[in-house]
C-alpha cells in the first residue's frame, strides 16, 4: 500500500507545537521591548532643553553615545579577532590534544567571568599597568590621531576599555570560530597537503574559505555582545560628551549602555525618558549591525557556492 | 579502578557536607529569630517599604537595624535606587517614604503629583546631613587650603597646574610641585555633583558660570561612576583632585575651603553649623522643611560644601498602620540616637538641636486617614 501522508503521532504534534510557540514567543518579547521603549522613550525626543545637559538637544546628546558605542566595539573588535582566531587555529590545527584541551577549557572559563568584575579589575588594575604605556603612546606615537593625548593620569581611558571589551569577546569567537575550523572537510586538508602546501598554505588555502561566513558571524556575535556591553564599561572608562579619535586620553565618549547604567538611578522623570529614548536607538543601531552582518554572510555564501 | 570510585565519591562528599553547614547554619539564624521574638516590648508590627537617595543607604542600613532591634515585629526595607527613581516610586505610591538628595520641587511637577498622591503636601524633613570634601593626590602635600573662586577655575580647566599663582597665594610655605591638575567627577547623574556646583555657583565669585545640576555640566575631563568609583581615579592618578562624601574620602589629601578669613576642613560639626544658619525655601507649607543652603556662609566654624539628603513622607495615610510605622520610624530617624547612630555607621552629621526638634514635630502629624 502506497503511503500518501506521513507518519505522524501526539509526540510529533506536541514537540512541533512547543518549538512553534518558543519561536513565537521570542518574537513577541522582542516586539514587547520595542513598545516599551517606544512609548517611554518617546517624550524623551523632545524634552526640555535643560534635560539635555551638557548637550542642547535629543541628536546632540545621542550622537557622541552612538559614536562612543560603536567606536569602542570596533577597537574591541580589532584587538580581539586576530587573537581569537589565532587560538582557535592553535586549537584546532597547531596544538597537540594533551594542550589543546585544556586552552579550549581556559578560553570558555573566560567567558564565564561576570562583566563586573572584568569591569573592577580594568579600572583598578589594568588602568595602574597601562599608565607607562598610554605615555609611551603619547610621546613616541603622538602624531597618530588615535594618540595625541595628552594621556590619562589614571589610566581609564578608551583604549583601556577596549581592551578589556576585547578579552570579553575573544572567547565567543575563539568558541565558535574553533568549532567551525574543525569541521573543515578532512579531504580537502589532505588534497592541500598532497599538493605540496605547507601548513600554513593549507590553512590559507583549505580552512580559511570553508570556516569564512562561520568566522563572520561569530565576530558578529561577539560585536553584538562588545556593543551591548555596560557594566565593565561603566566602571572603566572616564567618560563624557565629546566625540573624539583619541584613545589615550582622559576625555572619552560613553557607550549608550553604559551612560543609561550610571545615570538612571538619580534621574528625573524627563531624564529617564531621554535615557530610555537613548535605549531605543541603541536597538536600532544592534538592528542595523546585525542587518549589516546577515548582508556580508550572505554576500560570502554566494561567493563559494560560485 | 580504585582511583574512579574515590573521584565518584567526592563530588556526592561535597554536596552533603555543604548541606550539613548550611543546614547548621540555616537552624541557628531561626533560634536567633524566635528568641528576640519574645523580647518585643512593642505593640507595632508591619512592613514598611521605602527607597531613593544612595547617599542614605549606609545611614538607613544602622538605622533600620536599630529600629527593628526595638520593634521585632516591623521589617523595613530601603532600596537605595537613587533620588529620582525614589521620587518617582513616592508619587507612585510603591513607597511609603523616600529618600532625596534634592528636596522635592515643580522643576518638572513633581511636588503637585506627590501632594496628589498624598491628599496634602509632602511632609519633606532633611536626615542625612554629610560634608563633602574636596579630595586631591598630590605626594608631598597633605592639606590645601582654596576659596571657592580657586576651586571652580580648577574644575573648570582654567587652573591646569598645581603650582599656578592662585593656590600658591592661599598656601605659603607648601611646596607646590608643577605636576598638571586632573580633576576628576562624577559620570553618574548625582546629589553629590548638584551640591559641589551649587556651591561652585554661589561661592565661586563668578568663576563658575553653570547652573547646579545632578549632571556634571562641562565636557572633557577626567571622571568616574559612583563616590567610590572618584575615591579610586583620584588614588590611582598623581595630580588629581575630586569631591566626594567626607566619610568615604579615607587616606586622601584634604581641601581646607575659605569661609569667612578661615580656612575648614571637612567635619561633621562644621557641615551641622552651616546647615544652622541656612534659610529654608520659600512658599513651602509647615511639615517641608526643604533648604537652600547659605553656601556664601561666613558663620566661624561653618563648612558650607554639605550634601542635605531629604525624608519624603505623606501626612496622612489610607492604611493606620502604615502611618503608625512611618511615623514612627522617621521620629527615630530625626531623633538624636537616631542621628547619633547615623554619624557612627555612615559618618554624617547630626542634624543641630533646634532642626532636629523642628523635624520631630514635623514628623508628629503623621497619621491614619
Given at each position: 500500500m502506497p503511503r500518501n501522508k506521513p507518519v505522524t503521532s501526539v509526540g510529533d504534534t506536541v514537540f512541533a507545537g512547543v518549538a512553534r510557540t518558543a519561536a513565537l514567543a521570542i518574537m513577541l518579547a522582542l516586539a514587547g521591548v520595542f513598545v516599551f521603549l517606544f512609548i517611554e522613550g518617546f517624550p524623551g525626543l523632545s524634552a526640555p532643553t535643560d534635560v539635555y545637559r551638557p548637550a542642547e538637544d535629543f541628536l546632540s546628546y545621542?550622537?557622541?553615545?552612538v559614536f562612543g558605542t560603536i567606536w569602542a566595539a570596533l577597537v574591541a573588535l580589532i584587538i580581539a579577532v586576530p587573537f581569537a582566531i589565532g587560538i582557535a587555529l592553535f586549537i584546532s590545527h597547531y596544538a597537540p590534544a594533551r594542550l589543546a584541551v585544556p586552552i579550549a577549557y581556559v578560553i570558555d572559563l573566560l567567558a564565564a567571568v561576570p562583566s563586573v568584575v572584568y569591569g573592577l579589575w580594568g579600572g583598578l588594575a589594568l588602568a595602574q599597568a597601562l599608565k607607562p604605556v598610554l605615555v609611551w603612546l603619547d610621546t613616541h606615537l603622538g602624531f597618530i590621531p588615535l594618540f595625541?593625548?595628552?594621556?590619562?593620569?589614571?589610566?581609564?581611558?578608551?583604549?583601556?576599555?577596549?581592551?578589556?571589551?576585547?578579552?570579553?569577546?575573544?572567547?565567543?569567537?575563539?568558541?565558535?570560530?574553533?568549532?567551525?575550523?574543525?569541521?573543515?572537510?578532512?579531504?580537502?586538508?589532505?588534497?592541500?597537503m598532497a599538493l605540496g602546501a605547507t601548513r600554513w598554505e593549507m590553512i590559507r588555502l583549505a580552512v580559511f574559505p570553508y570556516a569564512r561566513s562561520g568566522v563572520i558571524s561569530a565576530v558578529m556575535l561577539g560585536l553584538g555582545r562588545a556593543l551591548g556591553e555596560t557594566m565593565a564599561v561603566a566602571m572603566v572608562l572616564s567618560a563624557t560628551q565629546v566625540v573624539t579619535l583619541n584613545l589615550i586620553s582622559d576625555t572619552n565618549p560613553a557607550t549608550i549602555a553604559s551612560n543609561i547604567a550610571s545615570n538612571y538611578k538619580e534621574a528625573s522623570p524627563d531624564r529617564q525618558a531621554?535615557?530610555?529614548?537613548?535605549?531605543?536607538?541603541?536597538?536600532?543601531?544592534?538592528?542595523?549591525?546585525?542587518?549589516?552582518?546577515?548582508?556580508?554572510?550572505?554576500?560570502?555564501?554566494?561567493?563559494?557556492?560560485? | 579502578m580504585i582511583r574512579t570510585s574515590i573521584r565518584r565519591a567526592v563530588v556526592p562528599g561535597i554536596a552533603v557536607i555543604a548541606l550539613a553547614v548550611t543546614g547548621c547554619g540555616a537552624s541557628n539564624e531561626s533560634d536567633g529569630g524566635s528568641a528576640s521574638d519574645g523580647d518585643s516590648g512593642t505593640s507595632l508590627s508591619g512592613e514598611l517599604a521605602g527607597g531613593g537617595a544612595s547617599s542614605q543607604d549606609s545611614a538607613q542600613q544602622a538605622w533600620r537595624a536599630a529600629f527593628q532591634g526595638e520593634n521585632s515585629g516591623v521589617t523595613i526595607t530601603y532600596d537605595p535606587v537613587g533620588s529620582g527613581a525614589g521620587r518617582e516610586s513616592f508619587i507612585s505610591g510603591a513607597y511609603l517614604f523616600a529618600g532625596t538628595d534634592s528636596y522635592i520641587s515643580d522643576d518638572e511637577g513633581e511636588l503637585t503629583k506627590a501632594t496628589d498622591t498624598c491628599g496634602a503636601e509632602p511632609i519633606e524633613v532633611p536626615a542625612y546631613v554629610s560634608p563633602i570634601a574636596v579630595i586631591f593626590n598630590l605626594p608631598g602635600v597633605d592639606s590645601l587650603n582654596l576659596d571657592a573662586k580657586t576651586i571652580a577655575g580648577i574644575f573648570a580647566g582654567k587652573i591646569t597646574t598645581w603650582d599656578d599663582a592662585a593656590i600658591a597665594a592661599l598656601n605659603d610655605g607648601v611646596d607646590l610641585p608643577s605636576t598638571k591638575i586632573a580633576p576628576v567627577h562624577r559620570s553618574d547623574d548625582s546629589g553629590t555633583t548638584k551640591n559641589f556646583t551649587d556651591y561652585l555657583s554661589k561661592a565661586g565669585d563668578g568663576a563658575w558660570t553653570d547652573d547646579p545640576s545632578d549632571t556634571w555640566p562641562l565636557k572633557g575631563g577626567e571622571s568616574a561612576e559612583g563616590t567610590s568609583g572618584v575615591v579610586a581615579a583620584v588614588k590611582g592618578g598623581e595630580g588629581t583632585i575630586g569631591y566626594a562624601d567626607d566619610s568615604q574620602a579615607g587616606g586622601l589629601g584634604k581641601v581646607s575651603i575659605k569661609v569667612g578669613e578661615a580656612f575648614n576642613a571637612p567635619s561633621a560639626d562644621g557641615a551641622a553649623k552651616a546647615l544652622e544658619v541656612s534659610k529654608p525655601v520659600e512658599g513651602r507649607g509647615e511639615g517641608d522643611m526643604a533648604f537652600d543652603i547659605d553656601r556664601t556662609t561666613t558663620e566661624e566654624g561653618a563648612y558650607p560644601l554639605l550634601l542635605t539628603s531629604y525624608l519624603l513622607a505623606c501626612p496622612t495615610y489610607d492604611d493606620a498602620n502604615d502611618a503608625e510605622l512611618v511615623k514612627a520610624f522617621l521620629t527615630y530617624i530625626v531623633s538624636s540616637d537616631g542621628q547619633q547612630a547615623a554619624a557612627d555607621a555612615a559618618g554624617s552629621a547630626p542634624l543641630p538641636d533646634s532642626i532636629a526638634q523642628q523635624a520631630t514635630d514635623a514628623v508628629s502629624v503623621i497619621a491614619g486617614k
Open positions: 545621542v550622537g557622541p553615545l595625541v593625548g595628552p594621556a590619562s593620569v589614571t589610566g581609564r581611558t578608551m583604549l583601556t576599555a577596549a581592551i578589556v571589551l576585547a578579552i570579553m569577546i575573544v572567547p565567543i569567537v575563539t568558541a565558535i570560530s574553533r568549532e567551525i575550523f574543525a569541521q573543515t572537510p578532512r579531504l580537502h586538508e589532505e588534497a592541500a531621554v535615557l530610555i529614548a537613548t535605549g531605543l536607538v541603541l536597538f536600532a543601531v544592534t538592528f542595523a549591525v546585525n542587518f549589516a552582518a546577515r548582508m556580508v554572510i550572505a554576500r560570502g555564501e554566494r561567493k563559494i557556492a560560485r | -
